[in-house]
């Protein structure tokens, strides 16, 4: 289960993008990302200036590929996911994996084909990669998503945001000792969205990934580092975490689009380099559709499970494309008494602590139709009825409009669902009436047009 196997899979569906025109890896190949982001095919950018091999892009870019990396319908997502955070399965350990086919005698960053993105950018950073470390006793195991910056040859800056990763560093730290890392470029899907799960500390995302996989992940350890690698990753970088290093990291942009906030950041030590003969490298846009997608996915599913304990039904989630995949949330339900939609909002803000603006509409309203959500704003909604404002709480540290010295930002509950209190009819759409006949000869306009 490989990233060149789902690109095969993808290949055969046509949902690759071959493009043939030179692009540099400063600015150039980010500018084609970003022009194709939304909505866009995968990229495979086969001739890149003063580098001989290829780098795929927007492996994760839609919601359909997603499913299809885990095998499954659209609308079974979020089970499919949930199911595979509580039945983790380890994965088998074997000697041999195609990434070890060439193991660099000399480690030289500037060999890897690494994007700058945006203008203000520091560095080129590498944005797919997933990290693996173990606690020093090797009970724990932890695998996350990172973004890491270009120092020079040999050494990287590692964002560490305050979660599982920063801790088995941090306990390192207080061991006196630098924190084994395996930095995983190039694997399969499946591997990316485990990364990107919340499921607890102690809880290793490769066996989520393998249970994803149907116990089909391998993993090889690596050579220099205590640390494990999926066995058909296309590149690994075998590194320590620095327990005494810090300097500042960044400018760079984070999931909203805008340049986050620098912090001292600890350096990685690269120690040792592998990969397959022809790896691929795996571009990922900072703020585009993937990033947004792969965070905000796996908090759908949160959000999902949530509401669904407090409303009889949840129809789809949609932390929308607009607010970031991380910021604001639509959530449809079947309401069964007044006041539902405002429970829904309530379950939400719980499930999901950095959502700020959250809207609830009723089943026969599309989530990921913007029309619709705002027609049923326009129709179904009284601002002194259905509004929820919770001043002054803890939300995302990527939101830019919030308290500077505080932290602190304000939240919006809009509940768009029908009141029960007045007649049906007045908030039901006007549907057409033909029958089966006319109707197929209306799709086939379609199809034409
Ligand atoms: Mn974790």
Redesign the pocket.
């Known amino acids: 289960m490989s990233l060149r196997g789902f690109l095969e899979q993808m290949e055969r569906q046509r949902k690759i993008l071959h493009i043939k025109d030179r692009v540099s890896r400063r600015f150039e190949a980010a500018c084609v990302m970003k022009s194709f982001d939304f909505e866009g095919p995968i990229l495979a950018f086969e001739d890149v200036e003063d580098y001989d091999g290829e780098i795929v892009a927007n492996v994760c870019g839609t919601r359909e590929r997603i499913a299809a990396a885990l095998a499954v319908e659209k609308d079974q997502l979020y089970n499919r996911l949930i199911e595979a955070w509580r039945s983790p399965l380890k994965p088998k350990i074997v000697k041999n994996g195609s990434v070890k086919e060439v193991r660099e005698t000399t480690v030289d960053l500037s060999k890897i084909p690494v994007l700058t993105h945006f203008e203000k950018d520091a560095a080129p950073y590498i944005t797919s990669a997933i990290v693996h470390a173990k606690s020093l006793d090797g009970k724990v195991e932890?695998?996350?998503v990172h973004r890491l910056q270009i120092l020079d040859k040999t050494r990287l800056l590692i964002r560490l945001v305050p979660?599982?990763l920063f801790k088995l560093w941090s306990m390192a730290k207080a061991a006196g000792k630098d924190l084994d890392v395996a930095i995983c470029v190039g694997v399969h899907p499946a591997v990316l969205l485990a990364a990107s799960s919340p499921?607890d500390?102690g809880?290793d995302?490769f066996d989520v990934a393998n249970s994803f996989l149907g116990d089909h992940l391998h993993l090889i350890n690596c050579n220099d580092v205590e640390a494990c690698a999926p066995a058909e990753s296309e590149l690994v970088l075998e590194g320590r975490i620095s327990g005494t290093e810090e300097i500042l990291e960044g400018p760079f942009v984070d999931i909203t689009g805008t340049y986050d906030v620098q912090r001292k950041q600890p350096i990685v030590k690269v120690v040792g380099v592998m990969h397959r003969k022809d790896y691929v490298y795996e571009a990922l846009l900072p703020s585009g559709a993937e990033h947004r997608l792969l965070m905000g996915l796996p908090h759908e599913a949160l959000i999902w499970e949530a509401v669904s304990k407090v409303v009889p039904k949840v129809g789809a989630v949609n932390l929308t494309l607009g607010g970031s995949g991380w910021l604001h949330a639509v959530i449809s339900i079947e309401k069964q008494t007044e006041g539902d939609g405002k429970n829904a909002l309530i379950a939400a803000f719980a499930a999901h602590p950095s959502l700020k603006h959250a809207v609830v509409v009723d089943l026969d309203i599309d989530v990921f139709n913007l029309n619709e959500i705002e027609w049923a704003v326009a129709t179904r909604f009284q601002v002194t009825e259905d509004l929820i404002v919770v001043p002054n709480v803890r939300g995302s540290t990527l939101d830019s409009s919030a308290n500077q010295e505080t932290g602190l930002t304000s939240k919006m509950g809009i509940d768009a669902t029908r009141p029960f209190s007045k007649p049906k009819e007045k908030f039901d759409r006007a549907k057409t009436c033909v029958d089966k006949r006319f109707a197929s000869i209306v799709e086939k306009m379609h199809n034409c047009a």
């Open positions: 932890n695998v996350s979660r599982h499921v500390f809880v995302e």
